[in-house]
């Protein structure tokens, strides 16, 4: 299919035909008996990969199979927090990577994915909170990374409707100002739109219920619509990896926890910037639609549930009006959760496996849309040319049998 490019002119033309005759952005084509790749999972990083193997590698007889919708998993769940301040040096050069990315998406894509660099503050309110920063905007500084400090009279000036003199007083920040939000379902129909045009197929509503696999090599996938071929096969299914790892005959150092959010009702533009507390834990935006975006810490157990919960209103809402007084009377329009796929270092697994030629791509826990761009560039170079990524290298499971472990969890103790 010939992809049209979206532009002032083709607003303006379609607009004539009252928006009646925008093409798909997309084809719904019947599943193929084999493929040169086939990708699981219709996420985000599933599509980036799908996107780069075409665009960048070359590769385009690939299926990326999703058992829902496409963007249906914690990509269209999430709180849209992009940032690349992370501590440790493996952690900085894929999440960095990814923010380079970030930075030309739209125009790579020709669709606008709404990335806004509006600045992301991680507050400190106690003397641990201010050394943490301190350790770490030193680390990201040194990685040739954005960072700053801020006095609480900066942090003030920036938002100014904030409440410093909270129960934990607000000590100062670290800020990226390169961070920010982007849209999130703009971001897989982005990499789906411009996968397809380069041939990828994108089949929807079709589960995979095993692997076919012969002398440890895996030679394709069962799926509720009939088996497929793949030479190789990536697996991108976020919580469900450790289903999908079970299937495969092993086992990933992986628990699966729901991760709950909120929305309020429209407000009017109130919060320029994104705004983490760890210690009184709330993460806080503003959509382009008004809304308050605020989500919080996963729940204290294992569960496949997408759904919100009412204990978790409470854990939400007090933080944010502890920063925010004038939210306390806001509408709270809706809560959901995705299922996020936790590590026990917080780091992501993009890895070989012990099948030959199946690779996973999980682990991303609670922060993992902001490394879209980033996981699906060096999954696709990894996929293309059977030997990881360097980038990706580290990121090995095999990290969990010689202790070479990411800790990002202990560095922040925030993983958004
Ligand atoms: C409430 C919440 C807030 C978050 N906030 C942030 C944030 O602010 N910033 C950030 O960086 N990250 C955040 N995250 C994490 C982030 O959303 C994820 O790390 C990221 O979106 C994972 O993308 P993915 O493409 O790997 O997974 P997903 O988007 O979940 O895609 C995986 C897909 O695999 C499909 N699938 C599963 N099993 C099968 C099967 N058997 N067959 C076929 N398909 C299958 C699923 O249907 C799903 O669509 C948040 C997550 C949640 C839930």
Not at 368 to 379: A, D, L, N, Q, R
Not at 381 to 389: I, R, V
Not at 394 to 408: C, Q, V
């Amino acid at each position: 299919m010939i992809m049209k490019k979206y532009s002032i002119f083709s607003l303006l033309r379609n607009s004539m035909s009252y928006h009646e005759n925008w093409q798909k952005n997309w084809r719904s084509p019947d599943p193929k008996s084999e493929y040169d790749v086939i990708i699981v999972g219709g996420g985000g990083h599933g599509l980036a990969t799908a996107y780069y193997l075409a665009k960048e590698c070359g590769i385009t007889n690939v299926a990326v199979i999703e058992k829902g919708w496409i963007g249906g998993g914690n990509t269209g769940r999430n709180t849209t927090i992009v940032r690349s301040n992370y501590l440790w040096d493996e952690s900085a050069a894929i999440y960095e990577h990814a923010m380079k990315l970030w930075e030309g998406l739209s125009q790579e894509l020709n669709y606008n994915v709404m990335f806004s660099q509006r600045g992301l503050l991680h507050l400190a309110h106690n003397v641990h909170d201010l050394q943490e920063i301190g350790r770490r905007g030193n680390a990201i500084h040194f990685n040739g990374i954005d960072s700053e400090f801020l006095t609480p009279a900066q942090v003030k000036e920036m938002v100014p409707l904030i409440n410093l003199n909270c129960r934990y007083p607000v000590l100062g920040a670290l800020l990226q100002r390169r961070g920010g939000n982007a849209r999130h379902d703009a971001v897989a129909w982005g990499y789906a739109r411009a996968a397809d045009a380069m041939g990828v197929d994108i089949i929807q509503n079709c589960e995979v219920t095993g692997f076919n696999i012969e002398n440890g090599v895996v030679k394709g996938v069962e799926t509720t619509r009939g088996s497929i071929k793949g030479k190789k096969v990536g697996v991108v299914t976020a919580g469900h990896s450790g289903v999908m790892a079970e299937m495969a005959g092993f086992r990933l150092p992986i628990e699966s926890f729901p991760l709950q959010a909120m929305v309020s009702e429209p407000l009017k533009p109130c919060i320029n910037t994104v705004i983490m507390s760890g210690a009184v834990h709330v993460y806080i935006s503003q959509s382009d639609k008004g809304e308050l975006v605020v989500g919080a810490g996963s729940d204290n157990f294992v569960s496949y549930s997408q759904r919100g919960s009412f204990d978790m209103i409470d854990h939400i809402i007090s933080p944010m009006v502890e920063l925010f007084p004038f939210t306390s009377r806001l509408r709270m329009m809706r809560q959901w959760g995705g299922i996020v796929d936790v590590t026990i270092d917080r780091s992501p697994i993009v890895s070989k496996t012990p099948v030959e030629n199946l690779y996973f791509n999980c682990g991303w826990g609670t922060g993992g849309f902001k490394c879209t761009p980033g996981s699906g560039h060096v999954f696709a170079h990894s996929l293309a040319n059977g030997e990881m990524h360097p980038i990706a290298q580290p990121f090995s499971m095999n990290r969990f049998n010689t202790g070479a472990l990411i800790d990002e969890g202990a560095a922040a103790a925030v993983a958004h």
